[in-house]
């Protein structure tokens, strides 16, 4: 198969081995592994993101529904029949019908998103719909529900994270522009409102100063994410009884654990996944100044992850390796 017949993810480079680091990018990756869908990653920095939409075709959004008005991930489709242009496809749930609708275009609309909901959940629909002969991530009639649970997930997930999490991301990244970019844009944008920089310039918050290891904030930040993970959990118990332990799907492989059973992995579960995923690639590594990326110690984060409700999240996160492959 040649390159052009090919699937392209847009992602974010990093310093790691390999790249891929973004919780939202890693959704895509997910989705795509999973359907064995042919693709390659083409490696775009942060301050080439906006050029790259308009390279395809992709309005900005600047409605001001979030915080950024260009984004990643992207995908890039050809057309099945090897004939016209690709389509484009970013964040919005009513993507998907308007890319059914007219299949040789680019289309981004824009609706009322929260400032951290993740952004691959509509490229997933629209490849189940694209793709129909592959496994869905979105089984039918699950759409809605399946927007309130990842709008739930971030907000009770993966905002009492961000503290911890987000001052580690510019360590990673590839390019010092690019880090620079995301440390001015994150201070504003998740921390300026909350902290307040203690250096006294006019320069606000300090992505140091959000969560400081040791620190008094940082143990509270680690209760806050204990509490989310048990929150998770009773919505994982919920399921309890509903389908009978050992069961397994047509290939042989158990269904334990998933969030709809027997169903398999759909969205939900490869976007609870992608957050471990991005917490075990981003939590221990040290900056060393134009030089390789070190490890620090043991992630405090990831073993109080492992460590809690019966060490369910280390066994889940286990599950994902088989849609890990970056290519």
Same mark, same amino acid.
């Given at each position: ?130 793709? *129909?002969?592959? %496994?869905?991530? =979105? $089984?039918?009639?699950?759409?809605? &529900? ?5 709008? @739930?997930?971030? #907000?009770?997930?993966?905002? *009492?994270?961000? %503290?911890?999490? =987000? $001052?580690?991301?510019?360590?990673? &990244? ?5 880090? @620079?970019?995301? #440390? ?23 992505? @140091? ?119």
């Amino acid at each position: 198969m040649s390159d052009q017949d090919k699937i392209i993810l847009y992602d974010i480079p990093s310093r790691l081995t390999p790249m891929a680091w973004s919780p939202n990018t890693w959704k895509a990756r997910y989705v795509l592994n999973h359907k064995r869908l042919p693709y390659e990653t083409v490696w775009v920095p942060y301050t080439e993101i906006a050029s790259l939409w308009a390279e395809l075709g992709l309005e900005p959004i600047t409605d001001g529904s979030i915080p950024f008005t260009t984004f990643l991930p992207v995908i890039s489709v050809p057309p099945k029949d090897g004939r016209g242009p690709r389509t484009a496809v970013a964040e919005s749930f009513n993507i998907a019908l308007y890319v059914s609708l007219f299949p040789s275009s680019s289309y981004l609309f824009s609706s009322s998103s929260l400032l951290s909901l993740p952004l691959i959940e509509f490229d997933a629909r629209y490849l189940d719909r694209a793709f *129909p002969e592959t %496994p869905r991530v =979105i $089984p039918p009639h699950t759409a809605a &529900l399946h927007s309130a649970f990842i709008q @739930a997930l971030s #907000t009770t997930l993966f905002v *009492p994270l961000r %503290p911890i999490m =987000i $001052p580690q991301i510019p360590l990673v &990244l590839a390019d010092p522009l690019g880090a @620079a970019y995301f #440390t001015r844009t994150r201070e504003k944008t998740f921390f300026a409102p909350a902290v307040t920089s203690s250096s006294g310039g006019s320069g606000g918050v300090k992505l @140091a100063e959000v969560s400081p290891r040791g620190s008094e904030k940082r143990k509270a930040d680690m209760e806050n994410a204990k509490k989310a993970l048990q929150a998770l959990d009773r919505i994982f118990k919920a399921n309890q009884g509903e389908q009978e332990q050992g069961e397994t799907n047509k290939e042989g492989k158990s269904m334990d654990g998933w969030i709809m059973g027997s169903v398999g992995p759909t969205f939900a579960d490869f976007a609870i996944g992608a957050i471990f995923r991005w917490i075990q690639s981003v939590e221990d590594v040290v900056l060393v100044p134009d030089g390789p990326i070190g490890e620090a110690e043991k992630g405090e984060l990831w073993s109080l992850i492992r460590s809690i409700d019966e060490g369910r999240w280390a066994k889940y996160a286990e599950r994902f390796r088989e849609w890990e492959q970056v290519i």
